[in-house]
């Protein structure tokens, strides 16, 4: 399928594969399966006058969501059984670090664009019309493609995962894993097999790597429609959080917490926007 790139504004996945040599995905052969992989609960949520139905049990049983749940827990699983035979030699923090990166929204998203998932997805005209944000757009994306997998699951056949990740699992496809393996030979002393520095996964990408680790409860970007935040956790136990609106810093603030990092970022966006007379 020759499809465009995804769209510029979408974070790039949290490790790099060849699109081009990535394995085929298998189909779902159960119709009813394939249609429900792809429809959004949203399709559901709306009587025939376009009002939110009352109750919404059946509009989630009819959804992507439950094979969406099915194909997030066969993912990890199965993902994290495959890499302990592809990084032998590597520590449970490294495989854990490996993994997250490979099963992050943001990879799955670029996976799910490649195979053409999102645009087969199934919305309410009200979803179809209204403007969502990059990071609800990479959301939605990820979670139709562990749908995907979620109704292939419940067709029966884990075989079909196991293949592919047989085939996905390569460094042919994720070049990253041929410079895991090499680093981790580096590190380690070969007269007593032990690590000569603490293991930490280097995937040969410097700037993905340190944005990886500190995106893990160290730093987090949360990005809107119209505004983002970005908190970092700075030397001395302090949170700064920092708002943008329209690619503009008009806030910062810190704190112990989170919240409380953020409400003085926010305080200083009032100071701006609004005279002192109205604010009391």
Known sequence: ???????????PPSVDFVRSALPSLPPIQDPGLARQARTMKSSL?????GTEKRELRAAELGSNERLEWRGDVALHFY????????????????????????????TFSHLSWHYGIPRELIFSQRDSDRRSSREEDQRIAANAFEAHWGALFASGDASLMLDWLDQFLKPIVIPALDHIEKTIDTEYDGTSGVPQKRPRLETGDPVRDAEHRTSSGRRTVTERSNHKWIDEFKPGQRWCSTLEVDGQVVGIGTGNKINGAREVALEQ???TVLPSSSRG
Do not use: C, H, K, Y
Request: avoid cysteine; glycine fraction near 4%.
């Open 269 to 271: 966006r009032i100071d």
């Open 45 to 49: 949520s709306l009587d025939a006058d």
């Open 79 to 106: 993902i994290s059984d495959r890499l302990q035979a592809v990084v032998p030699r590597a520590t449970v923090g490294e495989l854990s670090d490996l993994r997250g990166r490979l099963t992050s929204n943001r």
């Open 1 to 11: 399928m020759d499809l465009p790139p995804p769209p510029a504004s979408w974070a």
